[in-house]
């Protein structure tokens, strides 16, 4: 008995589905029409909105306005007498400096799990970098770095504001 009551309230579900209609050839797009995207590059009307973003993806691999320089290092800190060990998601901030070229350029990341960071694709210029964006900055090193340049630089207590400060009239928090 319940298997009837089952399959006829499982009919009664499936004769209230109607089937769409697919539309007519008339007032299907025409593949063949191309139309302007906002940054005025053809697309075609039928392309998916993932079809276009892997296409501008495929297009600008980095974004617009990128640079050839990238630096990178590890973190590592120490309290007290304890050997340093990597800082895992430290944010550290790559800021322009005030009256360089790259002045307002900012390029934010976090370190992974071994303390490592890599600010890829930047635009030459000179940076503050610092950890500021916390509470009780650890680093603030003025650093010059050329398009083309592959530097590296370790954050360590031996660069870290007790020892070296090249901001030191700036005590904010951020």
Known sequence: MRIAIGVLALGMVLAGCQRSHAPSVSQAPDPAVVTPSPRGLPVKTDMTLAERSTRYTQEHPWGDDTGTARL????????????????????????????AANEGR???????????????RILGGEYELTDGLSKGSHWRLRVQINDGDDMTLDLTPGNGTQVHDDFPEESRQG
């Open 106 to 120: 900012r390029y934010t990341l976090r370190t992974n799990a071994q303390g490592e960071y890599v600010f890829d």
């Open 72 to 99: 990178k290092g590890t973190v590592t800190w120490a309290e007290g007498n304890e050997p340093p060990a990597p800082v895992y998601r430290r944010a550290l901030l790559l800021r322009g400096l005030k009256g």
